[in-house]
Each structure stands twice: as structure tokens, then as C-alpha cells.
């Protein structure tokens, strides 16, 4: 049976991985500044991840959400310890999109209104609302469209007022670090004033931290860079180093009533563990500060190189623009130097999202490659 073509693939077939480092089946070794997506936080295969999985799969893989499962508690005690978000309470699913879909779903509970607003090449995942929600036109079928959603300008508050002031926008959904759409970040005091605005008209307002959160930014989430208070918080990614996971913090004014939100996988006792595993190691071996450490790094060494015009992002979840699309500078450093990078809807621009236990010898090694790719 053929595979559904949805993906554009590179012509590289990993097989195993150790660290930041993957290797295909000829055993030629890539080093991994991509992090399947932002996926890898504590490195490919980490020993402690790998013995906490095997370990409870041995136990006890899955039970439904019936049982007791202390491993959600002891994951929400562990997220509440590392991200200093007292007082949230952790719904768990599998993925970014189930995180924003369950989230949207709570704000229109909550408040009894539907229309959302988002942001322009925001991206917040691919099923019902969370794709409504999205900034691409492409992945939106009718069935989708039929959502009440206004995307608006980054930065334009007074737009924003306008909208929150009819009085039917049950949310308001950012990421505080674009992904996909390419790294932009609002100011401090957009930000700001869009909680208070939130605040002031019942609306509900959603940091989605699938992609920046978990220690990406150098801080747990991206949002505690700003004086806000999101009602709801939404993770994945990072969360269970490549094991499916994603969550939603809901801050308690928002009462949880039986049969609200529900799934079957998630916060299955296997994903727990992965994603305790996970906590524990970005806890141990002090990652958020490494992840401060190899940005200053890598920002310190990219603004020597000519062809790079902007250097976008925070933490380890930065961007390179050029003056020209990235697509075959990023085949060249994968084919001809092994090196894997992301790419943006901004075409120019190379994403750089390393795990985040990435060392400078790795970024030593990024930019020989970058400057001989540019030179050829
Ligand atoms: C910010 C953001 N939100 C949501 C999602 C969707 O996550 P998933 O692909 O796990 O459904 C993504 C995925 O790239 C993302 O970057």
C-alpha cells in the first residue's frame, strides 16, 4: 500500500541517533540542529530517558483514564516545580494541536463565545479549531473555515481592542515566539497590553508553548520574558523528547466539570514517564542555562558572517535570514556536510533548533560548514 504523499522528503533515512548526532543506514552521521521539529530537548537516546521508558513499558504501557495514575501527578508536581507556574492545573493529551484544540475548546466553555483571535503567520497545528486558528490558507479545508476566527497584525493593539470590544472573542491565541511562520516576536508591550485587554473583556488568553516552551527560550516558557499571566498554556513538543505528548496549563478560575475535555492516550503511564524523564534531565543537567549559553554563542559568531542579515529568535530557537531562499543551502548542509536545519514560511530563513544539551563545538562545526556552504 502506498504512503498518503503529504510530505516533501529529503533523501535521508535515519536509523539510529545518540545525542545531537543521527545516523543513517549507511552510517553516515548528521549532526541534528533541527530537533525533528523542535521535538528533541535532552538529546536523542539520553540513557536516563531511555531506562525510564523501557522500565515502565515492562510495568505498566497504558491504562485508560479511568484508573488512578499517580504519574500524571508527579508530572504535573514536576512542571509546576521547573516552569514556576504555581497554582495551574495540567490536562494531558498527545500533541501541539490536541494542546490548542483542547484549549480554544475550554475558552468557548468558559466564557460561552466562539470567535478567536490569532495572529498573522501564526501556527498552531492542523486539526478543527487549532487549524482555523492557523495563518496559511493552504491547510485550511471548508470544514475548518466555518470557525468564527480574525487574524490580525502582530503588534497592532488597537486592532486587537476593536475586535475584543464587541464582546464575542471567547480567546485570543499567540505563540510568543513564531515557529513555522518564522521567528517574529511582538514587543514587550503588545504583549503586556493584550493580557490586560483579555483581562478586561472575558476573554481568555492562550501562550501556545508547543514549540517554545520547555526550556526552548532559556526561560521554561517564552511568555515569562513579559509580565503576563496566560489563562491557558499550551505544550508539546519538547515535553517528551520525541515521545507523543502534549498538555494544556489551565489556571484555576477556569473549573474543571466531568466529561469536559477528554482523550484515551493521553496521559498514558508511558508518557509520563518519558515526559518526567524529560523534567529531570533539564533539571540535572541545567539546560535552560546551557540553552542561554549556546545562544549568546551562536548569535556572538553568526553576526561575524556577511551573508546573514538578521539573526531572529531566543534561545535555541533561532533563525539566520539571507537575502535569498535557504532551500539549497539547507540541501547542501545536509548532503554535503551532514548537517540538519529547519526551514520557514519566511523562505529566507534558516531555523537552527537544536537539542538543547547542544555544545559549542557543535556550533563551531555549524558555522565552518555554513561559511564553506555560502562560499561554494
Ligand atoms: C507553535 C505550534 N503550535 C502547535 C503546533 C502543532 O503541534 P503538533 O504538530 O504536535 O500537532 C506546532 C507544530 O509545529 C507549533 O509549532
Known amino acids: 500500500m ?44 539520553h540513557p536516563k530517558y531511555v531506562e525510564a521508558i523501557t522500565n515502565q513499558v515492562a510495568k505498566l504501557g497504558f491504562y485508560s483514564n479511568a484508573i488512578q495514575n499517580p504519574l500524571q ?21 498527545s500533541s501541539g494541536a490536541e494542546a490548542n484544540e483542547n484549549a480554544l475548546k475550554l475558552a468557548s466553555f468558559k466564557t460561552q463565545k466562539s470567535r478567536v483571535i490569532a495572529f498573522k503567520n501564526g501556527f498552531h497545528g492542523r486539526t478543527s479549531a487549532a487549524v482555523a486558528v492557523t495563518d496559511n490558507k493552504n491547510i485550511i479545508a471548508p470544514i475548518n473555515a466555518q470557525q468564527k476566527v480574525t487574524i490580525l ?8 481592542k476593536t475586535e475584543l470590544e464587541k464582546g464575542d472573542v471567547c480567546a485570543v491565541i499567540v505563540e510568543f515566539i513564531q515557529g513555522v511562520g518564522g521567528l517574529d516576536q511582538a514587543t514587550a508591550d503588545f504583549f503586556e ?66 466529561g469536559m475535555l477528554g482523550t484515551t492516550f493521553g496521559g498514558n503511564h508511558l508518557a509520563c514517564a518519558a515526559g518526567l524523564s524529560v523534567l ?66 519566511n523562505k529566507k530563513l534558516l531555523r537552527i533548533l537544536p537539542p538543547l544539551n547542544v555544545k559549542k563545538e557543535h556550533i563551531d562545526q555549524f558555522f565552518e560548514a555554513l561559511i564553506a556552504a555560502l562560499e561554494e
Open 193 to 258: 497590553q493584550l493580557d490586560l485587554l483579555c483581562k478586561s473583556n472575558n476573554t481568555l488568553f492562550i501562550a501556545d508553548e508547543v514549540q517554545s516552551g520547555y526550556g526552548r527560550s532559556g526561560k521554561f516558557f517564552a511568555f515569562q520574558y513579559y509580565k503576563v499571566t496566560p489563562d491557558i498554556i499550551s505544550i508539546a513538543k519538547g515535553m517528551g523528547n520525541g515521545f507523543p505528548i502534549g498538555g494544556i496549563l489551565i489556571h484555576p478560575h477556569i473549573e474543571a466539570k466531568f
Open 73 to 93: 501527578k508527579q508530572l504535573a508536581d514536576k512542571i509546576e516545580i521547573l516552569s514556576g507556574c504555581k497554582d495551574y492545573e495540567l490536562f494531558l493529551c
Open 280 to 345: 529531570n534531565v533539564i533539571e540535572e543537567e541545567k539546560l535552560m542555562d546551557n540553552v542561554k549559553t549556546i545562544s549568546d554563542y551562536f548569535i556572538k559568531i553568526a553576526k561575524t558572517i556577511p551573508q546573514v542579515k538578521n539573526i531572529k529568535g531566543r534561545g535555541l530557537m533561532l533563525g539566520l535570514e539571507f537575502d535569498f531562499e535557504v532551500s539549497d543551502l539547507r540541501k547542501k548542509l545536509i548532503y554535503e556536510y551532514h548537517i540538519f536545519t529547519g526551514g520557514a514560511a
Open 2 to 45: 502506498p504512503l498518503f504523499n503529504v510530505y516533501p522528503l529529503y533523501n535521508v533515512t535515519p536509523v539510529s541517533a545518540e545525542g545531537v548526532y543521527v545516523y543513517d543506514q549507511n552510517n553516515i552521521k548528521y549532526l541534528d540542529l533541527y530537533g525533528g521539529h523542535a521535538v528533541i530537548s535532552i538529546g536523542h537516546g
Open 153 to 160: 497584525d502582530l503588534n497592532d493593539i488597537e486592532a486587537v
